[in-house]
């Protein structure tokens, strides 16, 4: 079965970097696409950032767009996120998930949203504070 872990997560002052970790195994597949999601205390899952196995395209919410950076060792199956300049709002449970047997736009998984999502892995938590 195919199993996700997140790290990466902790303690970050507004203004700083951080380095968020998605590590995936059971994959026996070359097509999938992999994305990054948060939960605020009392609201809920959106969407981060996505990228794509098959050609390494990429998609980023608006929220992080211009400030982040999502790649895939596809060797390692594992999906890394930068975030930089981090803000107050950026504080949440950052999970990752997958998409299996994909190989299409990334947008459609964007519409489809975190109920498209086929695996889940457990969450890590980014703390946002001075």
């Known amino acids: 079965e195919v199993q996700l872990q997140a790290s990466g997560g902790g303690l970050v002052e507004p203004g700083g970097s951080l380095r968020l970790v998605c590590t995936a195994s059971?994959?026996?597949?070359?097509?999938?696409?992999i994305g990054w999601f948060r939960q605020a205390p009392g609201k809920g899952r959106d969407q981060v950032a996505w990228v794509s196995s098959t050609d390494g395209s990429t998609w980023y919410a608006e929220s992080v767009e211009g400030r982040s950076a999502i790649s895939i060792d596809r060797r390692k199956y594992t999906v890394y996120l930068q975030i930089s300049s981090m803000k107050p709002e950026d504080a949440a449970v950052y999970s990752c998930?997958?998409?299996?047997?994909?190989?299409?736009?990334?947008?459609?998984?964007?519409?489809?949203?975190?109920?498209?999502?086929?695996?889940w892995g457990e969450g890590t938590q980014v703390t946002v504070s001075s």
């Open positions: 059971g994959i026996t597949f070359d097509d999938y696409a």
């Open positions: 998930g997958i998409e299996t047997f994909y190989n299409g736009p990334l947008q459609v998984l964007v519409s489809l949203g975190p109920e498209g999502v086929d695996y």
